[in-house]
């Protein structure tokens, strides 16, 4: 009789390399070297990670890695949600915080928080500007409903 349940290996998922393991968002951006490649899902030629030089001149070269490999890298770092990345993709990620990172290193400032303190900064004066004495009124009648004469006269409710 024949076993009605197959059994299937589970691929085993390879660890990072010795080196790679201790990467993470403080120390990977000064290791990681790019190169500019094409890919054929994406328009044009984009720079991508290409290789870690670790210590003692060890060199990882990371387009020989593995999908999980580099997913696992890509948590290291703290980058997320690249679970259903492609190997190019996840280079291309490690390039882009690389180059983040540097230029905040290099400008000094944040510009996400920037970003945040002008969006925050713009709500409170759009707050301000709603109540205030000239727009109050026609912002707390901007939901009723008009009456034909009102339609008529063309004004607010």
């Not at 790019?34 to 290789?51: H, L, M, Q, T, Y």
């Not at 925050?120 to 109540?131: D, E, G, K, Q, R």
């Amino acid at each position: 009789e024949l076993d009605p349940t197959p059994t299937t290996k589970k691929r085993k998922i390879k660890e990072l390399p010795p080196g790679l393991a201790e990467l993470n968002k403080d120390n990977f951006r000064d290791k990681i070297t790019g190169r500019v490649e094409s890919n054929n899902k994406e328009d044009g030629e984009i720079k991508v990670a290409f290789e870690a030089k670790l210590v003692d001149g060890i060199t990882v070269d990371l387009t020989k890695l593995m999908l999980d490999q580099l997913c696992k890298l890509c948590g290291n770092i703290g980058v997320n949600y690249v679970n259903k990345c492609t190997k190019f993709q996840c280079r291309k990620t490690l390039w882009i915080l690389a180059q983040y990172q540097l230029k905040v290193e290099h400008d000094g400032s944040n510009t996400l928080k920037i970003f945040c303190d002008k969006t925050t900064n713009n709500i409170v004066w759009i707050t301000n500007i709603l109540f205030s004495s000239n727009f109050v009124d026609t912002f707390l009648s901007l939901n009723n409903s008009k009456s034909r004469l009102d339609h008529e006269l063309g004004g607010p409710p």
